[in-house]
């Protein structure tokens, strides 16, 4: 079965400060994305890219920033975490665009304090 | 920007019942249709999709699709306890980033 693994597990961090999270598939797939999960708004996308050194804005993108330096790798980065980025944030990975069966990780807690 | 709507919020129901779960959303041009199954702490996991109209059975899972009512229905027969999880619906996008919208989901308490 397909493989994504998130770390940390679970974050906390201070306002202001720069919180990185990371992604990494086995599966070998070209897709790759990045929701936040939020109670009364369910799981939103941030950023997904389809190819290694390429990103794409997804539905809710401003205060995040992504990295895809390898097809297995993509990163999520938080320059300034503010309180409203406590969530858990889920990378995802799929074999194109058409299937949309999306393979998740277990997910990362963050805290912002 | 296509919307998705699940009812019921939460289930209760003994175990064996058939359990139906329901789903609207917006736009009749959706791609597919996906039910995931969550589990507390863990990530969404894919159940079965549907991309036509009419229904598809796989094991426990009958899925209905109706794209005129813009409805999609899961259906599980014979509920465990083990099936006690969060039930996320999601519709396609059309276009070309494979992007999913997905409703906030209806959760499933199964009573030994």
């Known amino acids: 079965e397909a493989a994504v693994t998130q770390s940390p597990r679970s974050k906390v961090a201070v306002t202001g400060g720069k919180v990185t999270l990371s992604c990494h598939q086995t599966n070998n797939h070209d897709y790759m994305y990045w929701y936040r999960q939020d109670t009364g708004h369910g799981l939103r996308l941030i950023h997904y890219s389809y190819v290694a050194d390429s990103t794409e804005k997804g539905d809710i993108p401003d205060g995040y920033k992504a990295s895809r330096p390898s097809q297995e790798n993509f990163s999520l980065i938080l320059e300034l975490a503010s309180l409203s980025q406590t969530a858990v944030y889920f990378c995802?990975?799929?074999?194109?665009?058409?299937?949309?069966?999306?393979?998740f990780g277990a997910g990362t807690r963050l805290s912002v304090l | 920007q296509e919307k998705v709507q699940q009812s019921p919020e939460s289930l209760i129901v003994p175990e064996g019942a058939m359990v139906s779960l329901n789903c609207s959303f917006s736009d009749s041009a959706s791609q597919s249709i996906w039910w995931y199954q969550q589990h507390p702490g863990k990530g969404p996991k894919a159940l079965i999709?549907?991309?036509?109209?009419g229904n598809k059975k796989e094991g426990r899972l009958t899925v209905y699709l109706n794209r005129a009512s813009l409805h999609v229905s899961l259906h599980i027969k014979d509920s465990q306890p083990s099936d006690s999880a969060v039930y996320l619906c999601?519709?396609?996008?059309?276009?070309?980033?494979?992007?999913?919208?997905f409703g906030l989901g209806t959760t499933l308490q199964v009573q030994p």
């Open positions: 999601a519709v396609g996008i059309t276009g070309n980033t494979g992007k999913l919208i």
């Open positions: 995802a990975s799929s074999e194109d665009k058409s299937q949309n069966t999306l393979y």
């Open positions: 999709s549907i991309f036509s109209n």
